[in-house]
């Protein structure tokens, strides 16, 4: 690989572009905001998101964001019948991998959903961080696995789950063996299947509220599912992704006028 290769895939790495693509020649039409760079550090990083581009005005301005720290204290239980339970509907699929530069995600062939509110989101992606980005009771966990669902209706639902020390955790392990590493790449394997139900607890009581997305444009039409039991991977798992993404987590946002819902039965598998 010549030495502008390896240049470009360092920078590539470190979330920039490789030829200037300023931040000014984007925020003059839509189309060049999207494609705006941000990362987690410096002045692409997380308090710098909404000046950015006017696309990412969210992320400075609203006032439901997301993620938040969790005070089980001051969970609600949830009063209406629909909301009580989340179905879990997960089909196995071909592993489908790519890393953005952002994250590791898991792309996910059409017929897996979620129903809550009777409502359908379908599975469209997971992916991860490092830390973990809600917080609960003021304490953060190892990673954070975040699964992205999306209605008819373009509604978002995201279900997270906590990743901490422990166990190895083999349904994690094939597709860490499979991992992208460098930005950009995308893996995918026709006889490689897995199941993103194998990577959720089997006590599936949650915490819910409205919130947004954690990365750019912060869009504010996602209704949160966290649960409430982390489950575990090993510290050389969490290695194998730190070395990649050192720091992806967006910092805890302000609760201001929300309230989070905590679901009675325990939902499980
Ligand atoms: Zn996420």
Same mark, same amino acid.
Do not use: G, H, Y
């Given at each position: 690989m010549s030495d502008t290769l390896n240049?470009?895939?360092?920078l590539k790495l470190l979330g920039m572009t490789a030829l200037g693509t300023s931040v000014s020649s984007c925020v003059t039409s839509p189309a060049a905001a999207a494609k705006t760079n941000w990362g987690y550090i410096g002045k692409q990083g997380p308090e710098y998101w909404g000046k950015l581009s006017p696309d990412f005005q969210l992320c400075y301005v609203g006032?439901? @964001? &997301?993620?938040?720290d969790l005070q089980t204290a001051s969970v609600?239980?949830?009063?209406?019948?629909?909301?009580?339970s989340l179905i879990v509907k997960y089909q196995p699929t071909p592993l489908n991998l790519v890393n953005n530069g952002k994250t590791i995600q898991i792309n996910y062939q059409p017929g897996s959903f979620?129903?809550?509110e009777r409502q359908v989101y379908h599975l469209l992606q997971f992916h991860f961080h490092h830390p973990s980005e809600h917080h609960i009771n003021g304490e953060e966990y190892d990673m954070e696995l975040h699964f992205v669902h999306r209605s008819q209706a373009g509604n978002l639902?995201?279900?997270g789950v906590f990743l901490k020390a422990g166990e190895?955790?083999?349904?994690? @392990? &094939?597709?860490?063996?499979a991992i992208p590493q460098t930005s950009g790449e995308e893996n995918q394997f026709k006889d490689t299947i897995i199941n993103a139900s194998s990577l959720l607890p089997a006590e599936r009581r949650f915490l819910t509220y409205s919130g947004s997305l954690t990365t750019p444009p912060c869009s504010e039409n996602v209704t949160w599912y966290i649960m409430e039991t982390s489950i575990e991977v090993s510290s050389e798992q969490i290695a194998k992704f730190t070395q990649l993404f050192p720091d992806n987590a967006r910092p805890i946002q302000a609760l201001n006028?929300?309230?989070?819902?905590?679901?009675?039965n325990a939902n499980k598998a």
């Open positions: 240049r470009r895939r360092l006032k439901r @964001q &997301t993620p938040i609600k239980s949830i009063d209406n019948k629909n909301q009580e979620i129903e809550s639902a995201v279900v190895f955790n083999p349904n994690l @392990q &094939t597709i860490w063996d006028e929300r309230t989070v819902f905590e679901s009675a």
